[in-house]
């Protein structure tokens, strides 16, 4: 049975840090795209940023261009999300998802196979 398991989420300061990491249960993660999505209360789930199978190309939502980086080891399974200058606008639940495609790196919800439960990240002002 596949797992995506998210931890590293919190509460932290307007401007602070935190990095989020997503392992993966996947025989074969380097066959699968990665992405981060979030929810916020009252809002649609929208896409974050995504990682191709090897980790060549990277993909980022204008709002956190520049201050996220998503990055994975495939030897543990794992792959990560560096956020910095966080803003209180960054809170929401943020899901890990995994899409088995060597071709293409999606941003869209929808071509995404398997979904982690989420980690709560709470920026305060």
């Known amino acids: 049975q596949v797992q995506l398991v998210e931890s590293g989420g919190g509460l932290v300061q307007a401007g602070g840090s935190l990095r989020l990491s997503c392992a993966a249960s996947?025989?074969?993660?380097?066959?699968?795209?990665m992405a981060w999505f979030r929810q916020a209360p009252g809002k649609e789930r929208e896409f974050v940023a995504a990682?191709?199978?090897?980790?060549?190309?990277?993909y980022y939502a204008d709002s956190v261009k520049g201050r996220f980086t998503i990055s994975r080891d495939n030897a543990k399974n794992t792959v990560y999300l560096q956020m910095g200058t966080l803003k209180p606008e960054d809170t929401a639940v943020y899901y890990c998802?995994?899409?088995?495609?060597?071709?293409?790196?999606?941003?869209?919800?929808?071509?995404?196979?398997?979904w982690g439960q989420g980690t709560q990240v709470t920026v305060s002002s």
């Open positions: 998802a995994a899409d088995l495609s060597y071709i293409h790196t999606s941003v869209l919800s929808d071509d995404y196979d398997y």
């Open positions: 996947l025989r074969t993660f380097n066959h699968y795209a």
């Open positions: 990682v191709g199978w090897n980790g060549g190309t990277t």
